[in-house]
């Protein structure tokens, strides 16, 4: 069972430029609790799907900070809790568990900071697309900031679709 939206948790912080990553102007959107126990890689799968987020897999997360300039991305925690670091050293961190889901806008820096070694998740992007992975290296900047400027907003959040907490809280700038 998908969280009804009028009682989904949501957790939005803005995650600013740190001079190595150019992390993002659009929130940073956490729904606590989105899916029940219940649900499945699969079900999570075919809701992202139903919502235009494809191109999805079944993983962890890296432990090293990474981002994608031509794309946002989301992720479902799907087995065992996980503390994530975005932003950077010096970002925020954030605990994850089974039913979680973040929407990582581009440019966000992301990385695995702890899990157990048996911790999964699965994530999509929008439309589909095949995401670049950035490292915060020197040279990839300004390309990819330019990149991250042309990234187009979704047409639906990856959970709630049309109606759903991106299109409340992701407006053009």
Known sequence: MITDIHELDVDRFI???DGKFPNSDLFVLLYKKAFSS???TADI???FERNNWTNSWVNGIYDFHHYHSNTHEVIAVTQVSVT???GGSAGTEKQLSPGDVI???AGVAHKRQSSSDDF???GAYP???QYDLKMGEAGERPFADENIKAVLLPDNDPVYGAEGPVALNWKVQ
Do not use: A, M, R, Y
């Open 15 to 17: 995650v600013e430029d």
């Open 38 to 40: 219940d649900w499945n």
């Open 45 to 47: 799968v075919k809701t």
């Open 84 to 86: 994530v670091l975005l």
């Open 103 to 105: 929407i990582i806008p």
């Open 120 to 122: 999964e998740c699965t």
């Open 127 to 129: 439309d589909g697309i």
